[in-house]
C-alpha cells in the first residue's frame, strides 16, 4: 500500500479545506458520506511538516484514508497494490 496523489473536494468551515467530501481514485470520483475518524502527525518542531489524516467512508460502503499536506496543500490517498498500479 501506498500514497497516492489525489484531487479533493473538501467542506471549508471555520478554516480551509477542513473536511474531504468526495475525491478521485483511478479515474472514479468518490462521495464521502462519513468521517469516521482524523488525526494529525507531525507538527511539533519547525522541521516537521504537519499531515492530517482523515479515515472516511464512501457512498458504496467502501473505507479510505485520505492525508493532508498543508504545507504543499496536496491531498493523497491510501491505495492497494491494485489501486497503485
Given amino acids: ?32 458520506v462519513e468521517v469516521l475518524d ?6 511539533l518542531s519547525a522541521q516537521d511538516q504537519k499531515m492530517d489524516y482523515f479515515k472516511v467512508k464512501t457512498g458504496e460502503g467502501l473505507e479510505f484514508i485520505l492525508r493532508y499536506n498543508a504545507l504543499f496543500d496536496a491531498w493523497s490517498v491510501l491505495a492497494s497494490e491494485e489501486e497503485s498500479g
Wanted: charge should be positive; aromatic fraction near 16%.
Fill in 1 to 32: 500500500m501506498k500514497f497516492l496523489e489525489t484531487r479533493v473536494e473538501t467542506y471549508s468551515g471555520y478554516k480551509a479545506d477542513e473536511r474531504p467530501t468526495a475525491f478521485v481514485l483511478g479515474g472514479r470520483r468518490h462521495v464521502v
Fill in 38 to 43: 482524523r488525526w494529525y502527525q507531525g507538527g
